[in-house]
């Protein structure tokens, strides 16, 4: 019941406490990440079909514990992959959109935050899903059926790295926003 403590939720399905357990074992058996390990929680997991082949698991942090996660995370996520063969792992903060029209409490007054506006989360997600890599470019494509498209170009010096997971990318991403999104490598 002890890897329960990693889950910021009641009632946790089964993919999130397969998740929590690992996590727990990672913390007992991995010294190296131990310290920066122990504290963290994340909200809550959920599996994203990308190919009829292969699936990817999208974890959901809290947006505080986010830069805690980003000092850990390629060890993370690599020590994860293997525990969930075949799956890809990607870390997400979770983040809040407010409507244009938001009211806000006699409290809490002013205007809207950008921080909390549609554009402005989905490129936050956008930067969380492809994390160790930069971002070095975007372009947006309006198709003559009035699509738009996406295209993202990452940083060429990751390229070994991050090349086997441009599709899972691509659909976590149209899963979470709705928006097509190509990735690709900067010439």
Known sequence: M??????QKDKPDALEVQLAKALCELEANSPDIRPELAPLK????????VSASRKAIVVMVPFIQLQYYRKIQSKL??????????RHVVIIAQRTIL???????KKITGPRPRSRTLTHVHE???NDLVFPTNIVGKRT?????????LRVFLDPKDQVNVETKLETFSEVYRKLTNKDVVFEFLQ
């Open 2 to 7: 002890t890897h329960l403590r990693k889950i």
């Open 42 to 49: 994340f909200l809550s997991a959920r599996e994203v079909e």
């Open 77 to 86: 996520v690599r020590e994860l992959e293997k525990k969930f063969s075949g």
């Open 99 to 105: 409507n244009k029209n938001c009211r806000r409490s």
């Open 124 to 126: 936050a997600i956008l």
């Open 141 to 149: 494509r309006v198709k003559l059926d009035g699509k738009k498209q």
